[in-house]
């Protein structure tokens, strides 16, 4: 979909020609039915704008629910965009009539989070189509009077003329994504320039970012939403809880849509290690990504298996929502075979496995396993030291 295409999408004509693609996508048609139904009545660029927006519309209900079905998306964009109750929490930090530079605000979707928690935000996009794009979601959503939009290099903005900068820069080229930051658009030292100018900053970046890049002073969010790690927050400035000693304070996990944070606690040292004991707890990502694990541990009373790997194991049967807790059935030294035998021994059929410090294949060893059975278990896959290990376990 190209800007002259959007742009006519937005005509009376082209809200008809989008109506009409919902409605035939509702009805389950063949894309190619569908496709043929609407160029009876638009033209072929027309047809194709809102086929591919109606299809948009349907996959973004999952990230902005009701809001969805008025709001315009590209693929890249949505792919990018923050899931609505993520982009919520984040805007709750921000005061009613706080001026936000949104540096890089692709479709809108965190604008959106901003103006409804009372910002005035000026947001600015590289490319012209998203900027449209943004736009119209803004008065889409009736938030226009609290929201500009332009097309703009990030460099272009002075963040010192605003009383926080928001930054989400894009991580996707093409149809791959980008996990190095100095891949990012803006790369990663351009963005630590604009916070360097800034009285205070939120930066959302992919939730495996190196330590090392995080600006000294800010405080680093990793947000879990239903168990999925979805992003982490950098905070600088007036929203830094403890500027200068980021190492000690500055580290927290989010569960969404609880609400429910961990923080590090500076009485605990590195969590310890041990055998495995009566039950598994694997930690939420958001958690291992804030290196929060011996807060977990010590809130599980356990301790890990291997000093290295995010496995805890206890005796206690201790409810949290940072782990999910498993009961150890049998530990086995891993080999196919042995496996295998265990698994049949036990009428497994139906089996979940995860791992962590282990390099097998699940795919593979699924189907080397080649179950048979009417019951149902998870093996969890990890290594003590050097050893390989089988967990045979179920959900407690």
Not at 21 to 44: F, G, I
Not at 64 to 74: I, S
Not at 251 to 262: D, K, Q, Y
Request: aromatic share 6%.
């Amino acid at each position: 979909m190209d800007l002259d295409a959007f742009r006519d999408l937005l005509t009376p004509r082209g809200q008809k020609a989008l109506g009409d693609a919902v409605e035939a996508l509702t009805e389950d048609l063949d894309p190619v039915l569908a496709a043929s139904r609407l160029r009876k009545t638009y033209d072929a660029p027309l047809t194709a704008a809102a086929l591919t927006q109606a299809r948009l519309r349907a996959r973004g209900a999952v990230k902005f629910g009701a809001d969805a079905a008025r709001m315009y998306f590209t693929p890249d964009g949505l792919e990018q965009a923050t899931r609505a109750e993520v982009a919520a929490h984040r805007a709750r930090r921000f005061l009613p009539g706080t001026r936000v530079a949104d540096a890089c605000c692709g479709i809108g979707g965190d604008l959106i989070a901003l103006a409804r928690a009372g910002c005035e935000v000026d947001a600015v996009d590289l490319d012209p189509l998203t900027v449209e794009v943004a736009r119209a979601n803004a008065l889409a959503l009736e938030l226009g009077d609290r929201v500009t939009v332009r097309t703009a290099d990030a460099s272009e903005v002075d963040p010192a003329a605003y009383d926080v900068l928001f930054a989400d820069p894009a991580r996707r080229s093409g149809n791959r994504r980008v996990f190095d930051p100095m891949a990012y658009s803006p790369p990663w030292p351009a963005v630590l320039d604009l916070v360097a100018r800034a009285r205070a900053a939120c930066l959302k970046v992919a939730p495996g970012i190196p330590y090392e890049l995080i600006p000294a002073g800010a405080d680093a969010e990793w947000v879990s939403f239903r168990g999925e790690v979805k992003e982490a927050v950098l905070w600088t400035g007036a929203f830094a809880t403890s500027p200068g000693a980021a190492e000690e304070t500055g580290r927290r996990a989010t569960l969404l849509p609880s609400g429910e944070t961990l923080t590090t606690d500076p009485s605990l040292g590195p969590a310890g290690h041990g055998p495995v004991a009566r039950f598994l707890y694997e930690p939420d990502g958001a958690a291992i990504r804030a290196h929060l694990v011996a807060e977990v541990a010590a809130l599980v009373g356990g301790h890990l298996l291997d000093p290295h790997i995010a496995y805890i194991t206890g005796d206690t049967s201790a409810v949290t929502p940072w782990a999910s807790r498993y009961e150890v059935l049998e530990t086995l030294p891993f080999s196919l075979k042995r496996l295998r035998a265990a698994l049949r021994e036990r009428r497994i059929g139906t089996l979940t496995l995860k791992k962590r410090g282990s390099a097998l294949d699940l795919e593979r060893l699924r189907k080397d396993l080649r179950l048979s059975g009417d019951k149902s278990c998870v093996v969890v896959l990890t290594r003590i030291g050097e050893r390989p290990f089988a967990f045979i376990c179920e959900p407690s």
